[in-house]
């Protein structure tokens, strides 16, 4: 079955740390760039990060660049989004979703990607 799962989500202090990460199952993923999304409750769901198929290549929205680092691991299928001094604000459920084009740099647009996983929850307290 072709899935994408993210794990890793959970509750956490202001300050804090976690890491979420995303496996493809039956996906093509090695030649794929892959992003990071957040949606939060009320709101519209938000370009978070993106990594381009062989890792080399990466995107960060201004919120989180500087605290969030995204990495992948083509030998396992799995993608990264290794999150730093969190927020309240980053309270948000995360999605992980694949770019169906091959070799292609990242992109920002939800619209560009077409398989997405059911998300995992982050909570950050004050």
């Known amino acids: 079955q072709v899935q994408l799962e993210e794990s890793g989500g959970g509750l956490v202090q202001a300050g804090g740390s976690l890491r979420l990460a995303c496996a493809a199952s039956e996906l093509p993923f090695s030649t794929h760039a892959m992003g990071w999304f957040r949606q939060a409750p009320g709101k519209e769901r938000e370009f978070v990060a993106a990594i381009n198929w062989s890792g080399f290549g990466t995107d960060y929205s201004d919120s989180v660049k500087g605290r969030f680092t995204i990495s992948r691991d083509n030998a396992k299928n799995t993608v990264y989004l290794q999150m730093n001094s969190l927020k309240p604000e980053d309270t948000a459920l995360y999605y992980c979703?694949?770019?169906?084009?091959?070799?292609?740099?990242?992109?920002?647009?939800?619209?560009?990607?077409?398989?997405w996983g059911q998300g995992t929850q982050v909570t950050v307290s004050s």
């Open positions: 979703a694949r770019d169906p084009r091959t070799y292609a740099a990242v992109v920002r647009a939800p619209t560009s990607y077409d398989y």
